[in-house]
């Protein structure tokens, strides 16, 4: 029988590339995409698509029932730099939608839940190198602390409830399809539009400010292969570590530099960076390659070709016009 999907905040960054692949696996008909609003024209268009907000349980549920879904993918969040500057309303997004899914599971209207997490669940206190799965985590961000809670319940519903929930601590997700969405880590998408538009990039964060980072096509596979992994398999339902590269400004930006010779950057360090230098430099995610076979394929060189190639035919196609 085929999964009957919905994926809740199809819009942002990876919901919407998310769900063109899972809509390429199981069918545009059986993969339901939902946002707050319609302002993606592009995602509203290519299929079943709703407006749901995730803070309504009985949105979520009629949507559920109208569809007969069974397998949820909650991504609609506040990330971690909008989040503080509004703490109440993220909270509120980040862990009612939570809840509103995991006991739609618990009471048997759904058989599986996807929720992300991520590396800003660590904190200061976090080894910076190679952080191993289990460790200190002490967060500093309301972002974090919600995905922190969220994991705790994620494992507490497995336990009590049995609910198929799955999980992965994402790291930076880097991707030329969509804009930024408010996160400390996505100067590593602006960089590449500054890099095309303007040969300068003005950083938010420090030169030697290294972070975890992931190219979206790694992000995309690594959900889909979790999700396809039999239950049995998964020794953590909490949120798996999950690494691909790491890389600091400086480093990103002298790749950059190879295909773009003239181009330059600056640092000005703003609120993103005391965020950013909560969080670990490296993860360590053997866990997730042992349990469901998880490996990457893009590293530094090949993320940076693949983003300025697709953003210099986005930015021609605007010209033609």
């Known amino acids: 029988m085929t999964e009957r999907i919905l994926i809740i905040g199809a819009a942002g960054q990876i919901g919407s590339e998310l769900c063109s692949a899972l809509r390429s696996l199981y069918g545009i008909e059986n993969v339901i995409a939902s946002d707050i609003n319609t302002l993606n024209q592009s995602l509203v268009e290519a299929g079943p698509f709703e407006i749901i907000d995730a803070t309504n349980f009985n949105q979520i549920k009629d949507c559920v029932e109208k569809y007969q879904v069974d397998t949820i993918y909650l991504l609609a969040a506040m990330l971690s730099a909008t989040a503080e500057k509004a703490p109440k309303q993220a909270w509120d997004l980040n ?14 209207v759904i058989k599986k839940v996807f929720w992300p997490s991520s590396i800003a669940v660590f ?4 080894p910076k190198q190679n952080t191993p799965q289990h460790t200190i985590m002490e967060p500093t961000t309301v972002y974090g602390i919600s995905k922190q809670v969220g994991e705790r319940w994620c494992e507490y519903y497995h336990k009590k409830y049995n609910v198929d929930v799955r999980s992965l601590r994402y790291p930076g997700i880097i991707s030329y399809k969509t804009l930024p969405g408010g996160g400390t880590t996505d100067y590593a998408i602006d960089i590449f539009h500054k890099a095309i538009t303007d040969k300068h990039y003005n950083c938010f964060l420090d030169a030697n ?27 953590i339902r909490s949120s798996y ?18 295909h773009i010779p003239n181009f330059s950057i600056n640092y000005n360090p703003d609120f993103r960076q005391q965020i950013a230098e909560s969080w670990p430099n490296s993860i360590e995610d053997t866990i997730a390659r042992k349990d469901w076979g998880w490996q990457h394929q893009y590293d530094l060189e090949t993320i940076v070709a693949e983003m300025l190639n697709g953003l210099s035919k986005h930015y021609k196609k605007q010209q033609t016009f």
């Open 123 to 126: 904190g200061p206190s976090t």
């Open 95 to 108: 862990m009612e939608s939570l809840f509103h899914v995991l006991n739609l599971a618990k009471d048997g």
């Open 241 to 258: 570590n999950l690494s691909a590269v790491s890389f600091s400004p400086s480093e990103l930006a002298a790749v950059i530099s190879k």
């Open 209 to 235: 400010c290294t972070l975890p980072m992931m190219y979206m096509d790694d992000a995309v596979a690594a959900t889909i292969k979790l999700m396809h992994t039999d239950g049995d398999n998964l020794s």
